[in-house]
């Protein structure tokens, strides 16, 4: 598979997320050519500001290998990952990392800063953005604003 078909299993985590009330992001972690962690946003739900999809995603993926570092595997995120998550990604030794859209407020992989190319770390994934960033930014764009219209009806 490729990163546009790898996105989409993304893209319906986020839905799934979206459904469930939370900001609609989703991620998996491939490894091998396999799906081995899956996660959407979960904050509101887990009341935990640390279950954000990639976060989720690399926990499962950990649980189901045995071993906290994840060399080789790629994370496809719906949204570029924030400073928390670029944080965990480079703990986990992520080589790869593919994201939708761009996130103009709080993205690290190159909109705000680029953490994955600061020299003085000590781990650097190859990232890839912009793959399928039309529908996850639409699916992002859709779910505030319909949120916006229910604020506005109260």
Not at 110 to 127: I, K
Request: charged share 20%; net charge negative; hydrophobic share 45%.
């Amino acid at each position: 598979m490729d990163d546009e078909s790898w996105m989409t299993e993304a893209l319906a985590l986020a839905r799934e997320a979206g459904a469930a009330g939370e900001v609609p992001v989703g991620a998996v972690v491939v490894l091998d050519g396999e799906i081995i962690g899956r996660g959407s946003n979960q904050p509101i739900g887990r009341h935990d500001p640390t279950a954000h999809a990639e976060i989720m995603a690399l926990r499962d993926a950990a649980a189901r290998v045995g071993n906290y570092r994840l060399p080789g595997a790629s994370l496809v995120v719906t949204l570029e990952p924030c400073a928390m998550c670029a944080g965990a990604i480079m703990h986990a030794r992520i080589a790869r990392v593919v994201f939708g859209a761009r996130d103009p407020k709080t993205g690290v992989a190159g909109s705000v800063l680029d953490l994955f190319s600061e020299a003085r770390l000590n781990h650097h994934a190859e990232v890839v953005g912009d793959v399928c960033a039309r529908e996850c930014g639409q699916l992002l764009s859709s779910f505030f604003a319909a949120r916006r219209h229910r604020t506005a009806l109260v």
